[in-house]
């Protein structure tokens, strides 16, 4: 086994984050502007004496966070930011804040465990009564609040969600990582924000705001009901699509 291929299997993945805690820090504090080239894949190779697939994996993860535009013989450049989400994409709103270049946290406003009403049932599609969870939180973007988080979770399809305590970390990507959805439907509309909202998102009662509310399914068990409400003048909405066939 040569050198660099035990580095890589000593480290247990840990080059691997590495390279992309480096590469992030260097764009996220403006040391790469936009624009900038990133070292070509067998430059960072040979700084950090590791496997071409390694790096690999790391600019890849770049790319799909929205950091990195990789060009096919030109190599991975700093992206420029955009604020703007994919529809049709469960997507995390971290992602969406990094892309800005700006440092991202959550901070969970609301928990409770309980016993699901008439609304509830309506909104996550259950078929009778059972034990859900109520999370609200906040998304923030540098000191400001960048979206408002309202979610319900279906504890009879994801149990374990009532023991976490989701502090600092949203549920949303803690359930992508734990349950494969087989489904979505997302439906967007536009809303004033009332004074609880107003509050929350550090605007002016009657401001518009852009609300995205997403259920998901997995084989056919509804899991999870959740509404992001971003101030409408911070935020749009993409959708690519292509022909369909037949």
């Not at 403006?30 to 390694?54: D, K, Q, V």
């Not at 096919?72 to 969406?96: C, N």
Request: aromatic residues 6%.
């Amino acid at each position: 086994m040569s050198t660099v291929e035990t580095a890589d299997a000593d480290s247990g993945g840990s080059l691997h984050q590495r390279i992309l805690s480096d590469i992030s820090e260097k764009i996220l504090s403006g040391a790469w502007a936009p624009g900038h080239r990133i070292p070509f894949e067998h430059e960072l190779t040979t700084e950090y004496n590791c496997s071409r697939m390694t790096v690999n994996k790391a600019l890849s993860q770049l790319a799909k966070a929205g950091l990195i535009e990789r060009r096919r013989r030109s190599g991975s450049f700093v992206r420029r930011p955009q604020s703007q989400a994919a529809v049709l994409e469960l997507h995390d709103i971290r992602i969406e804040v990094e892309a800005l270049g700006l440092p991202y946290r959550y901070e969970r406003l609301e928990q409770l465990k309980r016993r699901s009403n008439a609304a509830d049932r309506a909104l996550l599609g259950l078929p009778a009564a059972g034990s859900v969870l109520w999370i609200e939180g906040l998304h923030f973007a540098g000191e400001r609040p960048f979206a408002l988080e309202q979610r319900l979770i279906n504890l009879s399809a994801v149990p374990e969600a009532g023991d976490e305590e989701f502090l600092e970390i949203a549920a949303g990507p803690w359930l992508i990582g734990r349950v494969p959805w087989s489904e979505a439907e997302h439906r967007i509309r536009a809303m004033a924000a009332d004074e609880a909202i107003a509050d929350a998102l550090d605007i002016d009662p009657g401001a518009p705001c852009l609300v995205v509310e997403r259920r998901t399914w997995s084989a056919e068990h509804p899991v999870t009901h959740v509404r992001f409400i971003y101030p409408a003048e911070s935020h749009t909405l993409v959708a690519r699509f292509t022909p369909s066939q037949g």
